[in-house]
C-alpha cells in the first residue's frame, strides 16, 4: 500500500477500466472520502466529470489520459505515479455560476465546469443582447445560440463551434456564437478579468 492514499476512477473506455485495474493492483485504491488526490482516468469529458462529482471534495484531482483528446490530461505511464503526484502543480480551476431567469419567471442556478451554453428554443434565430459587468457590449446578436467556456471547457463544445483554446489557469472566459448571422463574420471575444476584450 502506498503512503499516499489514492482513490482512482475511470471512464468506461477499455483502455481506462484496464489501466484501473493495473493501478489500483500497484498502489491501493481508497474511497474517495479516505483519499489525499484522486486520479481520474480517461479523457477530457470524464476528467470534466469527475471534477463535478468531486467538487464537495477538498482532495485534488490529477488526470491521466486514457482517452481521445486529453488536453486537460497528463500523460499515462504506470511505473512512476508516486514520483508525478509529489511534483504535480496544482491548477484551480474556477467554475462559472450560471443564474437564469425563464419567460415564466422561474430561476434556475447551476455550476460550470466547462460552459455554460443558450440555445434557440424553436426555428427561428435567437436575438441576444451581450452585457459585460451590467455594461451593454453588443445591442443584438442574432444566432442559433452562444456559450460562455472557462480555459477548462474551452476544448469541448467550444472548440467544436471554432471558439479558441484557452491555456489552463488564464484568467480569460470566451464568449462564442453558434452559427451567428448578425454580426456577419463575427468569431467573438473573450472577456479577460472581467474586461470585455473584443471589438463590436
Known amino acids: 500500500m502506498s503512503p499516499v492514499k489514492i482513490a482512482f476512477v475511470a471512464s468506461a473506455m477499455p483502455t481506462a477500466q484496464s489501466a484501473l485495474r493495473a493501478l489500483a493492483q500497484a498502489y491501493g485504491d481508497v474511497p474517495q472520502a479516505k483519499a489525499d488526490v484522486i486520479v481520474a482516468l480517461g479523457g477530457d469529458g470524464f476528467m470534466l ?21 486529453g488536453f486537460l490530461m497528463n500523460e499515462y505511464h504506470d511505473a512512476d505515479l508516486l514520483a508525478r503526484l509529489a511534483v504535480a502543480e496544482e491548477e484551480v480551476i474556477n467554475p462559472l455560476h450560471m443564474t437564469a431567469l425563464c419567460v415564466d419567471g422561474a430561476m434556475h442556478e447551476a455550476l460550470a465546469i ?20 451590467g455594461k451593454l457590449r453588443m445591442p443584438e446578436l442574432v444566432c442559433d445560440g452562444a456559450l460562455l467556456a472557462t480555459p477548462a471547457g474551452s476544448t469541448a463544445y467550444n472548440y467544436s463551434a471554432h471558439g479558441p ?36
Open 49 to 69: 466529470q469527475a471534477l463535478h462529482a468531486t467538487q464537495g471534495l477538498d482532495v485534488p484531482v490529477y488526470g491521466m489520459n486514457r482517452g481521445t483528446v
Open 114 to 133: 466547462n460552459e455554460v451554453s443558450l440555445l434557440r428554443a424553436g426555428p427561428q434565430a435567437a436575438k441576444l443582447r451581450i452585457t459585460v459587468d
Open 165 to 200: 483554446i484557452l491555456p489552463i489557469g488564464s484568467d480569460v472566459l470566451t464568449l462564442t456564437a453558434m452559427a451567428a448571422f448578425r454580426p456577419r463574420r463575427w468569431r467573438g471575444p473573450c472577456c479577460r478579468k472581467r474586461r470585455w476584450c473584443g471589438s463590436t
